[in-house]
């Protein structure tokens, strides 16, 4: 088919097109030469008869209907499998599958979850696979995509947008430039969301990983390590310099086109300029378009700066809360936590913006991690490069938690503020910050339980329904009745208790890590013979009794007159009070 027009923009390197992008391990590309001839009659694929075609059309048509994403999503992968159902699906049909995939509504609360704990903990509940599962979702569409082309059914200009917002959400930039070089074969121009689509899933491309976090740190250990693991992976800019060529050329691209740019383009433009570690271009970024005076502010008197860009509320580049989360995540990962706090509050008072928590958490996560003492024999390695004193993660968080912020912290944020508090040895503080999160912990805690109540309720209902009809393929084919509205409901609770559980189960691990931190009472310091008599005879044991819920399952610590092991898994099934804190937390 003759492209009727190019697109304005060719990625920077060659890339694959979005559906010839590998899909899941072992799956062949249907129709790829180099893959084997058996196309779609791999052992995952299975010929469907005319009947069970229609039966399947049917179906995935009633949840477009009735805006059931998550049962769409299963019936999609078995819909993928089949072609001649796939070439007869109506364009307006297939971009309303893809518009119920919306990504900040299914993957945003799964990859925020999976991003704010240890891989190991991540391992431990889950939350890999789930983020795999949309992974495959996404792999499915591809598949579709391929099998559509293949028929001479191309995609529309809102079907491209909506799927570099999945991949954008899902910081996937193989796939972001296989979409960007269908773009350009079907002759489709993108507009500025697209723009701003690719070039947030360039800048974020494997970055949602939790092993990948501490890796962003602009130093030379990391470039070195960042740049043997990326000649490996397809698709990952080999260096951050071409990352911020590539932004540069598709912000030029933009202006050539007529598309205005608004805070969030320039917001990633200072993102690519800060993984390269040039951070006089962020600075100049913000002078250019907002008048910002990094410099001036951080040598001078505020008072004799030159007034900030006044833009319109509604302005395109108005500063919200992109900015301020810029702000921290650069100035933060380039080593220079001061000048981020002090830009980041002239900007909100200049703009009247409320600081998110997201910008909260990138500073003190930063301001912990360059707050972490290395030992002295790799004191002139970069490691230490912009090296806090340990009192600095106090300080931030005493400045953020009282006025004009009073920021509610979350639970990764007490995460980096108790592991602080005994690094430095703050005993009462520490207990005292332990018993605030426990708090934050019931709130979890209860929420699960409150949506595990009402799952439970709508299961009841659902089977009390089907037991009273007396013909139950007819009642659940009848989708005019109230209980195909039941489904939906049972169906998008079920995700929603998956979610609180998955919330309540990780703040347990934090909380089992802190107490289990109490327990090491070795390392903590004492001043004298009475205080350590005071803490293994009172302290430690009211801190058993108070926190038993939380308890590894062996139970051990050293006291002056012997070594204390129990099996805490016993005291648990077998204490009243345990039992009564939990039905009241329940209730």
Known sequence: MPIARRSPLIPLRPSRPFSNVALVEGDPIPGDDDSPKRGFTSPKTRDLTNEQRQEMRSELLEHLRHKDPWRLFRTLSEVSRDAKLIKSLPATTFTEILRLFDPEYLMVPYRDLHQSMSSATARQLGTERLVRQFQRHLDDIKRITRIRRQAGVHLRLADYKLLLNSTRVLGDGVAARGLWTDMWRDGVVPDADCYNYLMEALCWSGEYLPDRRQSLRVIPFNAIKRKAMEQKEQGLSS??????????????????????????????????????????????????????????????????????????????????????????????????????????????????????????????????????????????????????PMEAVEKLWQTMTSKPYEVKPTMRLYNFYLKNLFRRQQWDLYQEQLEDARKLYISSFLNYRQVLSRYKHSQRLRESNANASRNTSELFQDYSTGMSHLQIAHSQLYEEMKLARLVQRRDEAYMKRWVRILLTNRRWRVSSVASALAWERRQLPDIIQKYQAFLPENVGYMTSGGYVSFDSSSEKRSSPKYTHNLKTLAT
Not at 332 to 360: C, F, K
């Open 239 to 388: 260096s951050r310099s071409q990352l911020r060529s590539e932004v540069s050329r598709i912000v030029t691209q933009m202006a050539n086109q007529g598309l205005e740019r608004d805070e969030r383009t320039y917001t990633l433009v200072m993102i690519s300029m800060g993984r390269a570690g040039d951070i006089s271009g962020v600075k100049s970024v913000m002078k250019r378009v907002w008048n910002i005076d990094v410099d001036g502010l951080i040598s001078g008197e505020e008072d004799a700066l030159e007034p900030v860009t006044r833009n319109h509320i509604f302005d395109p580049l108005f500063p919200r809360s992109h900015l301020l989360f810029t702000i921290a995540h650069v100035f933060g990962t380039n080593n220079q936590i001061p000048i981020a706090l002090r830009v980041m509050d002239y900007v909100s008072r200049q703009y009247s913006i409320e600081i998110p928590i997201a910008a909260w958490s990138q500073l003190l996560e930063w301001t912990f991690v360059l707050s972490v003492p290395r030992p002295r024999a790799r004191e002139l390695d970069s490691l230490n490069t912009g090296r806090l």
